[in-house]
């Protein structure tokens, strides 16, 4: 069965910070990874995703992920984080094989608070 | 852009009531989710819909649970009778395909059963 883990529930950070929040996920088949970020009561926007290629993949708002399947890793990354990042981030999952289910599988989500 | 929307933002209702929880997917795809999220909790899937058939759904999704893709443009999620348990943020998602796609979510209806 796939899981996603996040093991932060929380990570605080000053403004200008490099940060990275980390994602570990357990599947027995190759899945497609993506980070959905949501901000105090809204809904989930689409960051960044992995389907294939490039185990680097960026995404909106300066951040970037990367793919490392010997680790079954996809840490998030941003090199300067400012006050309007701070939201929950959560890393979902599901498998990339053909005919299987295509149902998200989400982590708990990290909670990134940036002080000033 | 294109953007799934879900109607109404916030409801209230009574344990033992009805709900519907209405959204618009986008408009090209072929494939619709229903998420749940618990108040301090993970986002958990619900129930997937293909086809006008229900492809997949979790153990959430019980008897008391339904979907409906009433005309071209809606697709609702019902539960009949509500309880104090399913108090959560809907969120109602849809993608072009089923594989290598990603999943569109919309904002979201916040539900309180008192």
């Known amino acids: 069965a796939q899981s996603v883990t996040q093991l932060d529930s929380q990570v605080p950070v000053f403004e200008e910070a490099p940060v990275e929040l980390r994602c570990n996920y357990s599947s027995s088949v190759s899945v497609y990874l993506f980070w959905y970020v949501q901000y105090p009561n809204q809904g989930l926007q689409l960051l960044l995703k992995?389907?294939?290629?490039?185990?680097l993949v960026k995404g909106i708002n300066g951040f970037e992920a990367e793919f490392n399947k010997s680790q079954t890793s996809f840490h998030l990354r941003k090199p300067s984080v400012h006050i309007s990042d701070t939201a929950e981030y959560f890393c979902?999952?599901?498998?990339?094989?053909?005919?299987?289910?295509?149902?998200?599988?989400f982590g708990t989500g990290t909670l990134l608070a940036v002080q000033p | 852009e294109p953007e799934v929307t879900q109607t109404p933002s916030h409801q209230v209702t009574q344990m033992g009531q009805e709900v519907i929880l209405r959204c618009v997917p986008i408009?090209?795809?072929?494939?619709f989710y229903w998420y749940r999220q618990i108040l301090g909790q993970k986002v958990e899937f619900l129930v997937s819909f293909y086809n006008n058939e229900i492809s997949e759904k979790s153990e959430i999704f019980d008897d008391q649970f339904s979907v409906e893709r009433p005309d071209g443009s809606n697709f609702t999620l019902k539960i009949r009778s509500t309880k104090l348990e399913d108090s959560a943020m809907y969120f109602c998602a849809s993608s072009p395909t089923a594989q290598g796609e990603t999943q569109y979510f919309g904002p979201g209806t916040r539900l309180l059963v008192l």
């Open positions: 992995y389907l294939s290629g490039s185990t």
């Open positions: 979902a999952a599901y498998s990339a094989y053909g005919g299987a289910t295509n149902k998200l599988i």
């Open positions: 408009s090209n795809h072929l494939y």
